[in-house]
């Protein structure tokens, strides 16, 4: 050892196998600071997307708190003090949003009806809350619950709803399956006494985690102090070698607090394979520095300093791929498990921040996501930004829900993503917002586009949707609005964009466009729907009655029955206005039942005074799609004890279009217990021709824009006279309704038209009026025959 040649050897063991301890120590050192900093930044990451996913059920329940609050069956329940049946839309509601607790309070905050009992501090909150809705965390029957409240308004406070989910373990566990953290919720329930605010021998200490049983310790002690409990349990934790960051919520008449953990130990050992190949590595350079460690000494520098770089850029944060080392096998093997473990832990990251941000089930953005979008582009435009936005709201897709099924309707709601995806153009986006509705930003949108803007997204359900087989068309509504012409705020715009596409829905158009005054419509509207209601229990409805006319022989033995309404504060309402506010609020089913009510009442008293007249009565499409429609109809007709052929039923080709296979199957129904059934509006629709084929009526009806000027204009002349001659083609009796004057009658008598209806005959008549009109016209028709 005293020769040069050795001392040279050994001074040079000696420094590599320093360096190659150093080298490791700094590996080790970097990927354990590395591992120790990426399980907090996930730990922060998995609180974040905690909060998101609690946001988001906070907007889903306030959401579906808001439309049960607007409900105006439930409003009309709660102001009449029926709350069996309140109780009642409060459960159905609950089931399909999937909440597990529904409540009914007073103003004054008064439990009139809760699926669980409710703790009594719920009425400071409703006082804090100044009448506008919120979400809590409260305990329940032992039980944490997220809990919205909605004021129930009509225009006043009439009560509270509330909808709420359920914090259980099953929700721990999903959370834990996105971001690999488990879970604790601590929570006291005081007692449900309101005037009790202190702790007392009936509190309950609740513990839910999807933590290991052997490491959920507390102290008895502070069970009564939930932050010394949670304290406690941290600092328990630690010593196991678990990091948790604290979580802290707002909730009513109970303590709650809660732990997001990750386990140390667990991501190390991810890693012991690299220590050990790490170590390999040192000791085979080791045994190979005795014999070669002049010629080495330099070259295994390089990668030892390129692979602690790369380490603690991982340490750092940075998961960027660097150029490759090159070096011997073992290095680049090291390399490699390096760049493996930052690209795993990068894109795990980006995943997590892409749950957050986007709709799992069509990948679109979410509403949070598009809403900063839009705050930033106002913001970095100074506020004046320009850009239109577009809420599309896919209608039928309840039905074909109910009819089809959930994996059906995401089937559906996957194919109109694709779609509406492939029509953007840059800078614009599309976002899924809710169940059934989408919104899309349009940058650098005005008034000039719109209707190329309307035309795109038309284009979108153009083609029928075919899932599982089944062919379907798609239904939407879409309400438009424009930046900054019509808000200076998301909120504001979101807001009038609702306002738009219910203005569309009530019209049967496809798309509004927000105008100036259609915020005052939007009230006059929901006062008409109030008032109607009101006119479906209290009267205020009556039936016209309008002759039409055999042709052939000049005798009215059928009348149609037209609905009118008389409000004693809005005055005379005109069925173009409240129909589809009917419809809209599912009223029309009821208002439907009362004219075939009214129908039958007025048929035995005219068969009891001898006059035999069959009465048409019109059908919307929520009454072809009402199941129950056939069995109500024939229980009425058995208990009055009328023939079905009584009554003939008009429906437009527009009632088949949502679900044409459940449409027929209910006209089918109709007409084989009996029933006449006749196509209303006919050629005006854009299909008529080949709905004839399905649908089995056994009349047309024209409608009156190709009649009401049949005299004068020769080209609705030819189109009525082929109408009839195809109707008559196809075995169906033909109806001409606006007949005018004398001579459109003649020429409709003379080609064969089987029934006129207009005002050359009569107006629609009262009861009373009808029988005298029918007195003199069988007169004058007697007198023409004598």
């Known amino acids: 050892m005293n020769s040069f040649k050795s001392q040279l050897l050994l001074v040079f063991s000696i420094l590599i196998a320093a360096a190659l301890g150093a080298t490791v120590y700094a590996v080790f050192t970097a990927t354990e600071q590395s591992i120790v900093r990426e399980t ?52 159905n509601h609950g089931e399909r949003a999937g909440a597990a607790l529904v409540a009914l309070l007073s103003p004054e905050g008064k439990v009139l009806a809760a699926s669980h009992t409710l703790p009594g501090t719920l009425v400071d909150d409703l006082e804090a809350s100044g009448g506008e809705a919120f979400v809590r965390f409260i305990v329940a029957e032992d ?49 449900s006494n309101a005037e009790a605010r202190t702790v007392n021998a009936e509190d309950v200490f609740g513990l839910i985690s999807t933590l290991p049983e052997d490491l959920l310790r507390t102290d008895p002690d502070n069970q009564k102090r939930l932050d ?60 190979l520095s005795l014999m070669l460690a002049l010629f080495f000494a330099r070259s295994l520098s390089k990668p030892i300093e390129g692979l602690v770089a790369r380490a603690r850029r991982i340490a750092s944060g940075d998961y960027t791929q660097v150029h490759r080392l090159k070096a011997a096998a073992e290095f680049m093997q090291l390399e490699t498990a390096l760049h493996t473990m930052g690209e795993a832990i990068g894109e795990r990251e980006r995943r997590i921040q892409f749950q957050a941000e986007h709709d799992l089930l069509t990948s679109l953005p979410n509403r949070d996501y598009i809403s900063k979008v839009i705050e930033n582009r106002k913001f970095e435009a100074g506020g004046v930004a320009r850009f239109g936005l577009a809420l599309i709201r896919l209608t039928n897709l309840t039905p074909l ?30 976002a899924r917002i809710d169940a059934d509705r989408f919104f899309g930003y349009c940058d650098q949108l005005d008034h000039s586009g719109l209707t190329a803007l309307t035309e795109k997204i038309l284009s979108i359900v153009e083609e029928p949707f075919e899932a599982e087989g089944i062919e379907v068309r798609v239904e939407l509504h879409v309400g438009i609005v424009l930046s900054p012409d019509h808000g200076a705020s998301y909120d504001d715009l979101l807001r009038r964009a609702h306002i738009a596409l219910k203005g569309a829905e009530l019209a049967r158009n496809t798309a509004s466009v927000y105008e100036i ?12 729907t109030s008032r109607l209601q009101l006119a ?36 005379q309402m005109f069925p173009d206005e409240f129909i589809p506010l009917a ?44 199941k129950s429609l056939v069995d109500r109809l024939l229980g009425q007709l058995e208990e009055a004890g009328l023939p079905s052929h009584y009554l003939h039923f008009e429906i437009t080709e527009s009632a088949t279009i949502s679900d044409p296979a459940a449409a027929i199957a209910q006209l089918e129904r109709l007409r084989n217990a009996g029933f006449c059934l006749s196509m209303d509006d006919f050629g005006t629709g854009y299909s008529s021709l080949s709905q004839l084929k399905l649908i089995p009526v056994q009349e047309v009806k024209i409608d009156k824009s190709f009649i009401l000027k049949l005299d004068e204009q020769e080209t609705d002349q030819r189109l009525v006279r082929s109408i009839i001659d195809m109707g008559h083609n196809l075995g169906l009796s033909v109806v001409a309704e606006g007949v005018e004057n004398e001579a459109s009658a003649k020429l409709l008598t003379a080609w064969g038209c089987e029934y006129l209806q207009g005002y050359w005959y009569s107006r629609p008549l009262p009861p009373a009026a009808l029988e005298v009109w029918l007195d003199e016209f069988e007169e004058k028709r007697q007198s023409l025959l004598i």
């Open 228 to 287: 010394e409990a949670r304290k406690s349990l941290r600092a328990h934790l630690l010593t196991e070698s678990w990091f948790s960051q604290p979580l802290s919520f707002q909730a009513s008449d109970a303590n709650v607090t809660g732990l997001v953990s990750k386990s140390l130990d667990a991501r190390l050992a991810d890693f012991s394979q690299l220590r050990q190949q790490i170590s390999a590595i040192a000791i085979a350079a080791l045994l």
């Open 143 to 191: 039980e944490l619950f997220q809990l919205a409240l909605v004021p129930v308004r009509a225009p006043g406070l009439l009560a509270w709803v509330g909808l709420g989910f359920r914090l259980d373990v099953e929700l721990m566990e999903s959370f834990k399956s996105i971001t690999r953290a488990d879970i604790t919720f601590m929570f006291r329930r005081m007692s």
């Open 401 to 430: 829900t109910d009819v089809y099924g959930q994996r059906f309707a995401d089937d559906l709601l996957q194919q109109f993503a694709d779609r509406a995806r492939r029509l953007l153009r840059r800078g614009d986006m599309i």
């Open 517 to 528: 005054g259609m915020d005052e419509l939007h009230l006059r509207q929901i006062r008409i």
């Open 40 to 91: 907090r930044d996930e730990l922060q990451t998995a609180q974040r997307v905690f909060s998101a996913i609690l946001e988001d059920r906070s907007l889903q329940l306030l959401d579906r708190s808001s439309i049960l609050a607007a409900d105006f069956g439930l409003k009309r329940a709660i102001a009449t003090g029926e709350l069996d049946t309140a109780m009642s839309a409060l459960g």
């Open 583 to 626: 419809e809209h609020s599912g009223d029309i089913l009821l208002i439907t039942d009362w004219v075939i009510r009214e129908v039958i009442r007025q048929q035995l008293v005219w068969l009891s005074n001898g006059r035999h007249i069959t009465v048409s009565v019109n059908l919307s499409a929520h009454d072809l799609l009402s």
């Open 536 to 571: 479906l229990h209290r009267g205020g409805f009556e039936l016209n009655y309008q002759p039409k006319v055999e042709s052939s022989v000049g005798r009215c033995q059928q009348v149609e029955a037209l609905l009118r309404w008389r409000d004693a504060e809005m005055g």
